[in-house]
């Protein structure tokens, strides 16, 4: 082993910075050398020594190299020191750093997100592979999608497993029991029965009759985990099922989501109802439900709901998971805020209005829900009942403020009468369990305990058929009803009100 005061460049005497620049070679090439040892003998083991170094030493063979000094040489020339000669304060790289960016350098690099999984396409690449991806879902979403007629009404469904059940709307199911025909992808025509439905938020059943058990089918999802801006598949029968046109396919987005409702601006039109909404995983994640006026406002009953009520709708129950046709409204409607709901008109007189609340207000807070979006304040209206008193906490000229605001009764976009009730027992009919302060059916002084009997001169048998007459109706129509009252037959009429 040589010491120091031995060392020769290219034998000639080292000046100290020389010296400094060999040591520092050396040990780079030392570490470089272990780690070329460590990938190509698996073998070894590292054993610390003290300070920081390591020894390495195999099991099978141990290799030592040194270099014996030489001694000077007449007429030899002193080597060259580099120009750059490395500080002495220059921090060398352990053996462990040398060895982690060896592996970092050999490990696979992360796979790119797909085009449909990234905010926005980036490229014409982008809208290709999500086209491929779509026409390779629709292979199997298209088989299981099915037209529904019950009597003259048409809509859609969707095949949820192998047996033969078929989620739908409530409102295309309609009450339990009732005939249906289902028409298939390739025309062929199946006999079926409506089993449950929820009318509060709009999910139905049915289920072909056949001992069949290999119908083309499709998997459920999870609305839970819906997000604005995912990608979302809607299909249907637009006008209803037509002789030699498949389902009709069209791709959209989500603007929004509750545990109530998903909206995505994926054009529905009449007939297209019970239809499913798929991700680009090819699971439904909701069903059809309704539209409105802008081609974007389309809305669909989110597939949880179907998991979570799945007993109460294949043992054919017919419920409202809220008060029939009835429900709190504030008087405004609102568009989407980074910091919650931006205010777009305030009804004149309406809750909102008398407690102060302003158009350009944006709501940040109601009750003790810090809102994302307007889809939560919608949410948050459908958990409250007629009267209820909320806080609001609102942004107004960058000032926050908080006010609070007492509810009302109405129904969104349809009539109502402002009632809760039951089918009628001793007397066929739809029994007033409830009636609600301010509504019409208050203001016609229609009491509980009253059965109504008679519609517009049409016999009313059930509670579910009072709820489908004045659906096939607008707000502010005229009403006579025949009512029976203990003992007596009483006639009232009646101006439906709308939910605002």
Wanted: a positive charge.
């Amino acid at each position: 082993m040589m010491n120091r005061s031995n060392w020769r460049w290219w034998g000639g005497p080292l000046k100290r910075r020389s010296r400094r620049t060999l040591f520092s070679a050396c040990s780079a090439f030392s570490a470089l050398l272990i780690v070329t040892v460590f990938l190509a003998a698996p073998a070894c083991a590292m054993e610390p020594i003290g300070d920081g170094q390591a020894l390495w030493s195999a099991t099978s063979t141990q290799t030592t190299s040194a270099t014996a000094a030489e001694p000077d040489k007449p007429g030899q020339t002193k080597a060259k020191t580099d120009k750059n000669p490395a500080k002495p304060d220059a921090k060398k790289p352990s053996a462990k750093e040398v060895i982690d960016k060896a592996t970092k350098a050999t490990e696979p690099k992360p796979k790119p997100k797909p085009a449909w999984k990234k905010p926005a396409p980036e490229s014409v690449e982008d809208l290709l592979a999500i086209q491929k991806r779509v026409q390779g879902l629709l292979k199997k979403l298209i088989p299981a999608t099915v037209g529904v007629q019950i009597g003259g009404a048409r809509g859609s469904g969707v095949i949820v497993s192998a047996d033969g059940y078929v989620l739908t709307a409530g409102h295309v199911s309609g009450a339990p029991n009732r005939n249906v025909t289902i028409i298939l992808s390739d025309g062929k025509r199946v006999r079926g029965k409506s089993l449950g439905r929820n009318t509060g938020i709009d999910s139905g059943l049915f289920k072909i009759e056949s001992d069949r058990k290999d119908w083309p089918h499709v998997k459920m999802g999870r609305s839970k985990t819906v997000s604005m801006g995912d990608w979302a598949i809607a299909i249907g029968h637009p006008g209803g099922w037509q002789q030699g046109r498949p389902p009709v396919v069209r791709l959209g987005r989500v603007i929004g989501s509750s545990d109530r409702v998903i909206w995505t601006d994926a054009t529905l039109v009449g007939g297209d109802s019970g239809g499913p909404l798929f991700d680009l995983d090819g699971k439904i994640i909701g069903i059809h439900s309704r539209i409105s006026g802008p081609t974007s406002a389309n809305f669909h009953v989110p597939v949880d709901t179907y998991h979570d009520t799945w007993d109460r709708l294949a043992a054919a129950e017919d419920w409202s998971d809220r008060p029939m046709t009835v429900g709190a409204v504030a008087g405004l409607n609102a568009e989407n805020h980074n910091k919650g709901a931006k205010l777009t008109t305030v009804t004149p007189r309406a809750p909102a209005d008398m407690a102060g609340l302003k158009v350009g207000d944006v709501i940040t807070k109601f009750g003790s829900k810090k809102l994302r979006n307007v889809h939560d304040l919608v949410a948050e209206l459908h958990k409250r009942a007629p009267s209820d008193e909320v806080a609001v906490e609102y942004i107004r000229g960058g000032k926050t403020d908080t006010l609070k605001v007492t509810l009302a009764a109405g129904y969104r976009a349809s009539p109502f009468l402002g009632i809760t009730g039951k089918d009628g027992e001793a007397v066929r009919g739809a029994a007033v369990t409830n009636v609600y302060d301010g509504t019409p059916a208050a203001k016609a002084k229609i009491q509980n305990d009253d059965v109504i009997t008679g519609f517009n001169g049409k016999a009313v048998r059930s509670l579910n058929q009072l709820q489908s007459n004045i659906r096939r109706l607008k707000a502010g129509a005229k009403v006579d009803l025949d009512v029976k009252r203990g003992e007596e037959t009483v006639k009232l009429k009646v101006t439906l009100g709308m939910r605002g």
